[in-house]
Every structure is written in C-alpha cells, then in structure tokens.
C-alpha cells in the first residue's frame, strides 16, 4: 500500500512513521466496532470492517472489487462523492441501504488517502447508525426513523445478540422482533 499522509499524520511532516495497511485497519476497526469502508482512486472497495458487514448486510467477500455504490447503495452518492470531491467530510447525515433494501440512516466521515507523491491513491470513510443523542440526528431524522436506527445499532453494538439488545432498548425480546419485522432489520 502506497504511504498515506491522510491516515498517517507523521508522514506529512517528514516523519516516516507507521502506514497502515488493509490488514492492520481491519483488525483497529474491528476492536473498535466501528463501520468502515476503505476505496481505491476508481472507488472499489479495497477494505471493510465487520461492523460495516453486520451494518449493511452486505458480505465483505461480496463487496471487495466492486464500486462503493454496491456497499452504500446511497442515493445522494450517485449524485456526488462528497469525499473524493472535498477531500473530506464529517458527519454527514444521508440513508444507506441494507441488502434487504431497509433505511439505515447514518452519519458519515471520511478522508481521501493521499500518496506520497500527494496523488489521491483512495479514500477512508467511516459510517455510524443515527441515534438519539446528536445535533446532527435530531435534524436528519423522524421518530420512525430514529426509533429503526437505534435496534440497528443495537443489534450492530451486541453483534445482533437479541435478547442483549432487547435489554439495552429497554424492551421485551418479542417486542424486539416485532419491530425488526417491522423495520426489515
């Protein structure tokens, strides 16, 4: 993998540093349980985490090589890609899909990855399920919508272990289900 200076501070100051590979942000995504994705300069996907798979319900064997698209299935990403077009952003409110075709609204972040020649070689991006509790929810999100975005986090924090998400929402596991038929979580 070519040096990046956007996922490797040191490198932009001269310092040589430590340059993350597929591998090694796989396993920091995983420790972290976060949902990530990492794209080449044509917008494959190189990389992604298991918080992404259990997120999206997309396999990770299914999306590696394919365009971006086939992992968001984002409406406003087929307009524009606001990460390779301004480089990054945050926090960024817009609807992914899930493989059943459910809402997932999120939040996203992402950098484009730079090589050392100052090219852009790729791009990071980092999504979060919306929930009660940010600036950046309660203006992009319905009742409906916030009340299918907390089970998916829920189910995506407790690795879709039912009964410890029921307990988390403070819910009954039948009530959990019910509502995961009528979200298509």
Known sequence: M?????????????????????????????????AWFQVDRERNVV????????LTGIRREEALGRPCIYLS?????????????????????????????????????????RGADGEIVGALEVVRPLGRGTA????????????????????NQTKYNRTEAARVLGMSRTTLWRKMREYDL
């Open 2 to 34: 070519q040096q990046s200076t956007a996922a490797n501070p040191a490198a932009s100051n001269g310092n040589p540093g430590w340059t993350p590979d597929a591998e090694s942000l796989e396993f920091l995504g995983d420790l972290a349980d976060l």
């Open 47 to 54: 990389a992604m985490s298991q918080g992404m798979e259990a």
């Open 73 to 113: 299935r984002c409406h406003e990403c087929l307009r524009h890609c606001g990460v390779f077009e301004e480089g990054r952003v945050k926090d960024h409110a817009l609807t992914l899909y899930s493989s059943r075709g459910s809402e997932i609204p999120v939040a996203k972040s992402g950098q484009v990855l």
């Open 136 to 155: 950046v929810d309660e203006r992009c999100m319905d009742k409906g919508a916030t009340e299918s975005a907390r089970i998916a986090q829920a189910l």
